[in-house]
């Protein structure tokens, strides 16, 4: 299986990705209540042109907007 990230046009190939998250447990050890927070990781192979996706996270002079 061939997973493949399509980011405002540009596709790229994912090695990995990982949706983790917290939840409270009770006393007797199960989980109580809704998960409390997540986070999703992603990791693709590195490409020529691949420089757009560090300057779209980390560029401070370029609006995007969100979906």
Known sequence: MKGILNFKGIERTLISFRLPHRRRIDTSGYPCSLPRDSFFYVSFLAEEG??????????????????
């Open 50 to 67: 691949d420089d757009f996706f560090m300057q779209w996270m980390c560029g401070k002079n370029i609006a995007h907007g969100g979906a």
